[in-house]
């Protein structure tokens, strides 16, 4: 039940980090909970190095909304700059 929570939280994560990056971005549903999940990935890693504040064990846990949606705009902020290269 926690992956199905993650997912949900992921793509509201997701809906947020698109909307405060409008433009052009491929996919759907399924694609903006997955750009979520991992920028709350993202967001806990750069937090465990910012704040220090690693997990037991060195993993990485997710980080909370906020983080997850500042994970989520640099993630869709890199797949642009590497898209734009490709395609130009």
Do not use: H, N
Request: aromatic share 14%; glycine share 20%.
């Amino acid at each position: 039940m926690s992956w199905l929570w993650m997912f949900i939280v992921g793509l509201l994560v997701g809906i947020v980090a698109k909307f405060l990056m409008p433009g052009k971005d491929p996919g759907g549903f399924f694609l903006t909970g997955i750009l979520g999940v991992a920028g709350m990935f993202l967001g806990g890693w750069l937090s465990s190095l910012i704040f220090g504040t690693a997990a037991p064990g060195g993993q990485v846990e997710p980080a909370g909304f906020i983080g997850g949606v500042i994970g989520a705009v640099i993630l869709l902020a890199l797949y642009r700059m590497f898209t734009r290269k490709r395609t130009s």
